[in-house]
């Protein structure tokens, strides 16, 4: 007998909803979303959150099988996204609050980010390089690459920008033998917070110990063009007291490059460029208000 089966007899449903990879069961005892074990201990990862007096994540009903979970099943009330992204980073900045803690790390571990970006930027300033002189050597453009050549030196501007803070911000740090470390979900997305009577972050099999600037960086490259994430970061930054290094390191991610992708198909060869370049000018409007007209400037 498998797990479902013996959930099942134990449980006894009177309706099982499919959730993707979970399941959700109605039963006399109340609903349950059984989901399939990970490699995380997510009993022992909850029990640590409550240790430092975290809540927001449902209960854990039932984890003595070997390849389910079952979870308390929370209910979701649907409101306007924008203040649902709100009310989650108040939960994603006392996650990180909570659980954070300064870590020793090995003499060449800011080396090792400041080359890892610096070699990102290389590659995406000769990326675009090449598609510019592929496109100039056109005698028509397609409207996507029109689109294209017509924002390079925005573009362009933007990795010079990435270049010197992230030059500003290894001289600052490059010295540190410590680095602020906490919980971090890992798996951020609108859809993974639940508001309804307890607010809750679900799917947590991702969770790690690392920078919380990450959590931040992750969503906005899932959710940028979803919501309005000035609104967002002002609300985290004022709970989650980044340093300053932390901050400028963050800034940075937010402003990397992005690839550019052309189809063979015109028309989502222009969606895609499209939505690229409005990751481009909404990152620049975001960052901005955290600059001196010098910096925006150069």
Same mark, same amino acid.
């Given at each position: 007998?498998?797990?479902?089966?013996?959930?099942? $007899?134990?449980?006894?449903?009177?309706?099982?909803? =499919?959730? @993707?990879?979970? !399941?959700?069961?109605?039963?006399?005892? @109340? $609903?349950?979303?059984?989901?399939?074990?990970? &490699?995380?201990?997510?009993?022992?990862?909850?029990?640590?959150?409550?240790?430092?007096?975290?809540?927001?994540?449902?209960?854990?009903?039932?984890?003595?099988?070997?390849?389910?979970?079952?979870?308390?099943?929370?209910?979701?009330?649907?409101?306007?996204?924008?203040?649902?992204?709100?009310?989650?980073?108040?939960?994603?900045?006392?996650?990180?609050?909570?659980?954070? *803690?300064?870590?020793?790390?090995?003499?060449? $571990?800011?080396?090792?980010?400041?080359?890892?970006?610096?070699?990102?930027?290389?590659? *995406?300033?000769?990326?675009?390089?090449?598609?510019?002189?592929?496109?100039?050597?056109?005698?028509?453009?397609?409207?996507?690459? *029109?689109?294209?050549?017509?924002?390079?030196? =925005?573009?362009?501007?933007?990795? @010079?920008?990435?270049?010197? =803070?992230?030059?500003?911000?290894?001289?600052?740090?490059?010295?540190?033998?410590?680095?602020?470390?906490?919980?971090?979900?890992?798996?951020?997305?609108?859809?993974?917070?639940?508001?309804?009577?307890?607010?809750?972050?679900?799917?947590?099999?991702?969770?790690?110990?690392?920078?919380?600037?990450?959590?931040?960086?992750?969503?906005? &490259?899932?959710?940028?063009?979803?919501?309005?994430? @000035?609104?967002?970061?002002?609300?985290?930054?004022?709970?989650?007291?980044?340093?300053?290094?932390?901050?400028?390191?963050?800034?940075?991610?937010?402003?990397?490059?992005?690839?550019?992708?052309?189809?063979?198909?015109?028309?989502?060869?222009?969606?895609?460029?499209?939505?690229?370049?409005?990751?481009?000018? $909404? !990152?620049?409007?975001?960052?901005?208000?955290?600059?001196?007209?010098?910096?925006?400037?150069?």
């Amino acid at each position: 007998m498998n797990s479902l089966e013996l959930i099942n $007899k134990l449980y006894k449903p009177y309706r099982i909803t =499919k959730l @993707g990879s979970s !399941t959700l069961i109605d039963s006399m005892e @109340g $609903k349950f979303v059984v989901k399939p074990k990970g &490699q995380k201990d997510v009993k022992e990862l909850f029990d640590y959150l409550k240790h430092r007096d975290f809540i927001y994540f449902p209960n854990l009903v039932d984890d003595s099988r070997s390849d389910v979970n079952i979870y308390e099943y929370v209910e979701d009330v649907h409101y306007p996204v924008d203040q649902k992204s709100i009310d989650m980073i108040k939960v994603v900045a006392a996650l990180h609050a909570k659980t954070s *803690y300064n870590k020793e790390v090995r003499e060449d $571990k800011y080396k090792e980010i400041y080359d890892n970006l610096k070699e990102n930027l290389e590659y *995406y300033k000769g990326n675009y390089d090449n598609i510019v002189s592929r496109i100039e050597g056109k005698i028509f453009m397609s409207p996507s690459e *029109y689109l294209f050549i017509r924002n390079s030196s =925005k573009l362009k501007n933007q990795i @010079g920008f990435c270049e010197t =803070k992230l030059d500003d911000w290894y001289d600052k740090v490059k010295d540190k033998r410590e680095t602020r470390v906490s919980v971090i979900h890992n798996n951020l997305r609108l859809e993974h917070f639940l508001k309804g009577s307890k607010d809750a972050l679900i799917s947590w099999d991702k969770s790690t110990i690392d920078s919380p600037i990450l959590d931040i960086y992750n969503l906005y &490259q899932r959710e940028a063009l979803n919501i309005e994430f @000035g609104s967002v970061l002002r609300e985290y930054l004022r709970h989650a007291n980044l340093d300053e290094s932390e901050e400028e390191l963050l800034f940075i991610l937010l402003c990397m490059p992005r690839e550019m992708k052309f189809d063979e198909k015109e028309f989502q060869s222009c969606h895609e460029i499209g939505k690229s370049l409005d990751y481009v000018f $909404k !990152t620049e409007w975001l960052v901005r208000p955290y600059y001196s007209v010098d910096d925006e400037e150069q």
